[in-house]
């Protein structure tokens, strides 16, 4: 709007000029035609068109300064909005240095706000400002008395569950080395006694002397053995063999049927014990039923390889036993082989055959033939009668729990 006035006036001015010029050329025409009578005139009026040029050109300043004036106010204004621009950017810049400021003091305080009331004054005057960077300083301080305090909680707690961890550790290495010792110290000791064990049952016979001219068709050879080994053990009431098989022990008879679970034919302690007659057997007057006992062992000692018989060819072609007391010499002819295990005593209607030892009449002697017979892997086709010494074979076996794997045999006339 301004700036059509400015025009219209200007426009005006350059009519009142163009009129003033006419009016001029006028005069001077007017001049000569009446030159003496019209000078007054013309000097009147060329008086009056310079009044209005002079008007007209105090109006063209006026109008320029009213420019000029509007021209510096816009300017003003644009100055006092870049101060604005410039006071608002620098206290965003403060601000952001007072947030960073406060991160920092978080960071340092472990999430405690005090940081957030440091203001920044760029004279450095004691107003509020200051005094709250004062007390933000001095929370600061305390906090960070508090962290150290607190770091150095957590590094004497770290040292402490370190100390416990290697004390723990070294239990635990300990421990680790103890059973470790123990492991090479029972495998030494179970290799040396088994070795032990071994050598002890080692040709046993074969070192026992007797006299050639003692032997006898009443008095074998390893009866006579047999006479010279119990003068070390009274205990010893037969020898045991087993062909086909590593079998060949002296058989012991104690008190009870446990001491010589742990005990070898001297009464020295053996892991692998010895084989040992049951303790209900009558030695003096005879029983219907030699039940002897033995353990199995992996190193193949005492009844470990009597389970060959599982196997019916190897049966087929060891059918024979021979079982040695101060009485006779004879052989036994398997007549059963057979799994079972130690019952229970509230199960019944079962065959527990380790209660036979000597039969009270023909029934039970023929009940516990024909339970064999019954219990046998194979049809060995051999069967006994009453009044047939009997000799049972008992060791155990690991496919049921109290297992056992039973051999029975009957002795036979040569």
Same mark, same amino acid.
Request: glycine share 4%; aromatic share 8%; net charge positive.
């Given at each position: 709007m301004e700036k059509?006035?400015? !025009?219209?006036?200007?426009?005006?001015?350059?009519?009142? =000029?163009? =009129?003033?010029?006419?009016?001029?050329?006028?005069?001077?025409?007017?001049?000569?035609?009446n030159p003496a009578n019209k000078k007054t005139e013309t000097s009147k009026e060329v008086n009056s068109i310079n009044k209005k040029?002079? *008007?007209?050109?105090?109006?063209?300043?006026?109008? =320029?300064?009213a420019e000029t004036s509007k021209k510096v106010n816009s300017i003003n204004? =644009?100055? #006092? *909005?870049?101060?604005?621009?410039?006071?608002?950017?620098?206290?965003?810049?403060?601000?952001?240095?007072?947030n960073d400021t406060s991160k920092k003091l978080e960071t340092n305080k472990k999430g405690n706000t005090t940081g957030k009331k440091l203001k920044v004054n760029k004279n450095s005057k004691t107003t509020n400002k200051d005094v709250d960077l004062k007390k933000g300083k001095k929370t600061d301080k305390k906090d960070l008395a508090n962290t150290n305090l607190a770091d150095k909680k957590n590094k004497i707690n770290k040292e402490e569950?370190? !100390? /416990?961890?290697?004390?723990?550790?070294?239990?635990?290495?300990?421990?680790?080395?103890? &059973?470790?010792?123990?492991?090479?110290?029972?495998?030494?000791?179970?290799?040396?006694?088994?070795? !032990?064990? !071994?050598?002890?049952?080692?040709?046993?016979?074969?070192?026992?002397?007797?006299?050639?001219?003692?032997?006898?068709? #009443?008095?074998?050879e390893r009866m006579l053995q047999l006479e010279e080994l119990q003068k070390e053990n009274d205990e010893? &009431?037969?020898?045991?063999?087993? #062909?086909?098989?590593?079998?060949?022990?002296?058989?012991?008879?104690? /008190?009870?049927?446990?001491?010589?679970?742990?005990?070898?034919?001297?009464?020295?302690y053996s892991k692998a014990g010895c084989l040992f007659l049951d303790k209900d057997f009558?030695?003096?007057?005879?029983?219907?039923?030699?039940?002897?006992?033995?353990h199995r062992n992996k190193n193949g000692i005492m009844f470990e390889s009597l389970l060959k018989y599982s196997k019916?060819?190897?049966?087929?072609?060891?059918?024979?036993?021979?079982?040695?007391?101060?009485?006779d010499d004879s052989k036994y002819e398997i007549m059963s082989i057979f799994y079972s295990r130690v019952y229970y005593q509230s199960e019944q209607n079962v065959f527990r055959y380790y209660y036979f030892v000597n039969a009270e009449n023909e029934e039970e002697y023929n009940e516990y033939v024909n339970n064999c017979k019954n219990a046998s892997i194979f049809d060995t086709g051999v069967t006994a009668t009453y009044g047939d010494q009997l000799l049972t074979l008992s060791t155990c076996e690991y496919s049921q729990e109290d297992g056992r794997f039973v051999i029975v045999a009957k002795k036979v006339e040569e």
């Open positions: 059509k006035s400015n !025009k219209t006036n200007n426009n005006s001015l350059k009519d009142k =000029k163009v =009129k003033s010029n006419t009016n001029i050329k006028k005069v001077e025409t007017d001049k000569k035609k040029v002079g *008007q007209n050109k105090k109006v063209n300043s006026a109008n =320029k300064k204004k =644009k100055m #006092e *909005q870049d101060k604005k621009v410039n006071a608002t950017s620098k206290k965003v810049e403060t601000n952001k240095k007072i569950s370190n !100390k /416990k961890k290697k004390i723990i550790l070294t239990i635990l290495m300990s421990i680790l080395i103890v &059973i470790a010792v123990s492991g090479i110290i029972y495998i030494s000791y179970y290799t040396i006694t088994s070795f !032990k064990d !071994k050598r002890d049952y080692a040709d046993i016979l074969s070192n026992i002397e007797i006299n050639k001219d003692d032997i006898k068709e #009443e008095k074998t010893i &009431i037969g020898w045991l063999e087993v #062909e086909g098989t590593d079998i060949s022990y002296p058989v012991t008879q104690a /008190k009870d049927n446990d001491f010589y679970l742990t005990h070898n034919y001297k009464k020295e009558d030695m003096i007057n005879g029983s219907s039923n030699y039940l002897i006992y033995g019916e060819d190897f049966y087929k072609e060891h059918t024979k036993i021979r079982f040695t007391t101060n009485k």
